[in-house]
């Protein structure tokens, strides 16, 4: 929210409830404002700790609204830092009013499968350990399964990967956090409530030949122009994945990540952070396999798709779409109503365009 919007809106509350209840109104903000930083700085501090930084690197990487991991892992000791969003700024409420139908799985699958042709097939839902179907299903799930070979079976309300696992009819087993268990497919999904159950992406030859155990996807941020409304794409990325990331290729849980060229869809070097400094490997670091230099095939098709998208949830101004390529073309997966401040930056802070700019009313 710019500062006029804020002043506008103080000046109406001001006319309706008089001096003393803006007061606590604005007290009431600060109060909470001011508590979501002071938990956000002990919270990096401690997890900072953990991982082994010096507490000048912490300390460095605090006064800038960021973890000491993100600080070194965008590179920004020798960056302008007025340039990046920090994880303090509110990148992530310019969605407010429209989180829930891009970030709940089932509710996003339900609203956009009518007009985006491309999302994987929605075979049914997992609530408290049982499988209910689709309307166009007619097999319960071992059935399914045994006809499909492999399924991904994922949380309706979760992000980063999280709780989301490969099943396949070998065993079966069930493959999540880079753990795999053999048992029966009702056993396998006892536990599990609030899921889906859709199709396993077969990936494009050149993801699977980078790393083949995950769906390898790239990250593509939409922005709505806050003076023309026009929709546009702002940042793209590949993510590819590691063995401590099967069955996703999600960066927060050890998989990698390179910068995509919006223009050609070619693919740069990787980011890795092992150990400070950062570093652009060429080549996967467990395979290797080259990254560096290929270009993601239906590039067009690739973003005419996140187009199409974003302007259906035009609602959502900033969105991060998760897109797969397979032989046929791109793979909606899903959207990010909450963009993630790394991806974003991967190169150069965000804050040089000046449609974000002035979306956070930074002129």
């Given at each position: ?179 795999t268990v053999t048992s029966s497919v009702r056993e396998s999904i006892a536990g599990l409530d609030g899921y889906l159950v859709t199709e396993l992406v077969r990936q ?160």
């Amino acid at each position: 929210m710019s500062l006029g919007t804020s002043v506008r809106r103080g000046l109406d509350y001001y006319s309706e409830n008089g001096a003393i209840s803006t007061a606590g109104a604005v007290a009431e903000f600060c109060g909470r404002e001011t508590s979501r930083r002071c938990h956000f700085l002990a919270n990096t501090l401690e997890t900072d700790r953990g991982r082994g930084y010096s507490l000048s690197t912490r300390v460095r990487a605090a006064r800038q609204g960021l973890s000491a991991h993100t600080y070194l892992w965008l590179g920004l000791e020798e960056a302008d830092v007025d340039r990046y969003l920090s994880s303090t700024d509110p990148i992530r409420r310019v969605n407010e009013g429209y989180i829930e139908p891009i970030h709940h799985k089932y509710v996003f699958q339900l609203n956009t499968a009518p007009y985006v042709e491309r999302l994987p097939r929605l075979y049914g839902t997992i609530d408290a350990g049982e499988f209910s179907p689709a309307r166009t299903v007619d097999d319960d799930l071992p059935e399914l399964l045994s006809r499909e070979g492999t399924l991904v079976v994922k949380p309706v309300d979760s992000g980063r990967g999280n709780g989301v696992a490969v099943l396949r009819a070998d065993g079966p087993e069930l493959t999540t956090g880079g753990e795999t268990v053999t048992s029966s497919v009702r056993e396998s999904i006892a536990g599990l409530d609030g899921y889906l159950v859709t199709e396993l992406v077969r990936q494009h030859d050149y993801a699977a030949s980078v790393f083949p155990d995950a769906t390898n996807t790239l990250r593509i941020h939409s922005l709505a122009d806050p003076d023309t409304g026009e929709v546009g794409l702002l940042r793209a990325s590949h993510r590819f994945g590691s063995r401590q990331s099967v069955p996703t290729d999600n960066w927060s849980r050890g998989g990698y990540t390179a910068p995509v060229d919006l223009d050609t869809g070619e693919i740069r070097p990787l980011i890795a952070l092992d150990d400070p400094p950062r570093s652009r490997p060429e080549h996967h670091p467990e395979t290797g396999a080259q990254v560096a230099g290929l270009t993601v095939p239906h590039w067009a098709a690739v973003c005419d798709l996140v187009r199409e998208a974003a302007e259906l949830h035009r609602y959502a101004p900033f969105v991060g779409w998760d897109v797969a390529v397979s032989p046929e073309g791109p793979v909606l997966i899903e959207g990010n109503a909450r963009p993630s401040i790394v991806g974003l930056q991967l190169t150069e802070g965000v804050l040089t365009d000046p449609r974000v700019r002035t979306l956070l009313g930074r002129g």
